[in-house]
């Protein structure tokens, strides 16, 4: 069995960049092996400067998909990515380990495979999840994003700390002499 290369994990590695920002090629292919996305293909070819300046684009294009205004601005700008970075799908088997689908040709350079997981991941997130899964940190001082992978879909918080101290927040203005 082949995982799906462009579910959760792509979503994932978008807000891994956007928090943690790579700021070498090395960085970048470092990123990628972690997430899982597609590593093996980021592995066995050189990361260059131009796909770290690639990726950035497609991060800052994503960052308007999370904070877009209203269900169809979110939608729009993620047709526009998915124009700008995908193609129709193919089955492909390049790796030898099982037929499964690309919304890329198999050799393109690593910043558009990234931006072409990326645009996909969070078209194929939104879509079956839910149209509102992304978003900031709704800590005061944190603006952080997340990608909600909650069984709820309730997720307002970068992470279980911020929810933490947002909740002792509440908590001590609703206590009196707190």
């Given at each position: 069995?082949?995982?799906?290369?462009?579910?959760?994990?792509?979503?994932?590695?978008?807000?891994?960049?956007?928090?943690?920002?790579?700021?070498?090629?090395?960085?970048?292919?470092?990123?990628?092996?972690?997430?899982?996305?597609?590593s093996?293909?980021?592995?066995?070819?050189q990361?260059t400067?131009?796909?770290?300046?690639?990726?950035?684009?497609?991060?800052?294009?994503?960052l308007?998909?999370?904070?877009?205004?209203?269900?169809?601005?979110?939608?729009?700008?993620?047709?526009?990515?998915?124009?700008?970075?995908?193609?129709?799908?193919?089955?492909?088997?390049?790796?030898?380990?099982?037929?499964?689908?690309?919304?890329?040709?198999?050799?393109?350079?690593v910043?558009?495979?990234?931006?072409?997981?990326?645009?996909t991941?969070?078209?194929?997130h939104?879509?079956?999840?839910?149209?509102?899964?992304?978003?900031?940190?709704?800590?005061?001082?944190?603006?952080?994003?997340?990608?909600?992978?909650?069984?709820?879909?309730?997720?307002?918080?970068?992470?279980?700390?911020?929810?933490?101290?947002?909740?002792v927040?509440?908590?001590?203005?609703?206590?009196?002499?707190?």
């Amino acid at each position: 069995m082949h995982l799906n290369p462009y579910g959760a994990d792509a979503v994932l590695l978008a807000v891994n960049l956007v928090t943690r920002p790579a700021h070498t090629p090395e960085e970048l292919a470092e990123r990628c092996e972690e997430s899982g996305v597609e590593s093996r293909l980021v592995r066995d070819r050189q990361v260059t400067a131009a796909d770290l300046a690639a990726v950035r684009i497609a991060l800052d294009e994503w960052l308007q998909v999370v904070d877009a205004a209203d269900e169809q601005t979110r939608v729009e700008l993620v047709n526009a990515m998915l124009a700008k970075y995908t193609e129709h799908p193919r089955l492909t088997n390049h790796a030898g380990d099982g037929w499964h689908v690309h919304y890329r040709p198999d050799h393109v350079p690593v910043g558009r495979l990234v931006a072409t997981l990326i645009s996909t991941g969070t078209a194929l997130h939104l879509a079956g999840r839910g149209i509102t899964r992304l978003g900031r940190c709704a800590t005061a001082g944190c603006d952080n994003v997340y990608a909600d992978l909650s069984r709820t879909g309730r997720q307002r918080y970068c992470s279980p700390a911020c929810a933490n101290r947002d909740a002792v927040r509440r908590h001590r203005a609703r206590t009196p002499g707190a």
